[in-house]
């Protein structure tokens, strides 16, 4: 961030020039909304206003905190770095708060306040109605919601306000990362092609995505192998597998990937009938593959089988699944099929299981992955862990890797 200023860009002109008392951006990742932000609060100022910037987190909070700092150095009368508060020379004022810390935001009256990544806080229907908007109320303040989209939650309801002409307070702007003039087309074009479509939907095209939708396409184009026999591969290539355990109604699924071709050659599945019978199974199966890497979910039952398993010398790890690790081994997935980086089996169930597969939103904005009410997602899961044996330094499975235990 600049000294000075920047002139705004052509997107963000027409923003700022808008006469609504309250908007909302829904902007891509970097297409300059917290630029735009700091330009209407130093404006506000400079008029003797007094400013408010929320925030969700408090590390978003101490950038801008910073950034306010130097820009109003020179007409500073009083600074309070406890509570991130400058009252300038003029009467103006502006303080700095985490969305966190919103319920102890008492007392003040505002003439304009800025709410930046709106989408990103859980509560943001709870802050803005019980704490936000009245502090709006004594000088009739105007706010801003500035944010990359997280699904269809409240933020994406202030959105459509501003487009319901029954709301005329209200105003909407959409616009991608692509309509900053300052990001490099390139970088586009890379984060493209290192996420998701639907992940890319969201944080550069700034789209709210729905429920329940599709989560894995090209699935039909990359679904065409027929399983393969181990005795075709005379040139000893890397094998590796992906192991789902079976719980009650459901199977343990053994996928078997070519780590040289990315091509799936064997995927096993088979009903739950005693964990000795299928560790006999694995233990048969990475025999007849050599394989020489197994990562095989470890919740529950999961570790025990791994460690009778890993005792008996089978190069298998485990990867225990939370919410949090569960989305980057999808994504991994998802990515590989779309780009057609991987060649599956065509099996009816496990292709079916592929299309099936659904997100469902969270209320803190993320996503939960999951097979619908109902349906399997075994052979989803363990082509997602084979996927991951393949490469040893996915950068998107980063957070993965804190979830694996070596124990050989
Ligand atoms: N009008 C502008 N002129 C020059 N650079 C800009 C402008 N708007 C944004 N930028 C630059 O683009 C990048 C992203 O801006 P930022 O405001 O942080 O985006 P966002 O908050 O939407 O993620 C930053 O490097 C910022 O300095
Ligand atoms: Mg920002």
Redesign the pocket.
Known sequence: ??DQ?????AL?KPIVAHDARFKVLA?????????????EIQSALQHGAQVAYFAPTYRMVSEVWRILKRLNKPHTAHRSEDEHRIELINGGAVECWSLKAVDTVRGRAYDLIII??AAQFPNLEDAWNGAIRPLLTDRRGRAIF?S?PRGRNFFYQLYLLGEDSTAPEWASFHAP?AA????APSEILSAQSTMPARRFAQEYLAEFLADNSEVFRNVLAVSVLSPALASDFADNPRFVAGVDWGRAHDYTVMCVINADTRQEVALDRFNAVGWEVQRGRIKQLADKWRIDHIIAEANSIGEPNIQALQAEGLPIIGFTMTAKSKSPLIEALVLAIEKSDIQLIHDAVATGELLAYQTEQLKGGGWRYGAPTGGHDDTVIARALAWMAVHDHLPMLEISRENIFRRW
């Open positions: 961030m600049h200023l920047p002139a705004l860009h963000q902007c891509g990742r970097r297409f300059g909304k917290t630029t735009l932000a700091i330009t930046d990544e500035a990359t990362t900053n003039p300052f990001i």
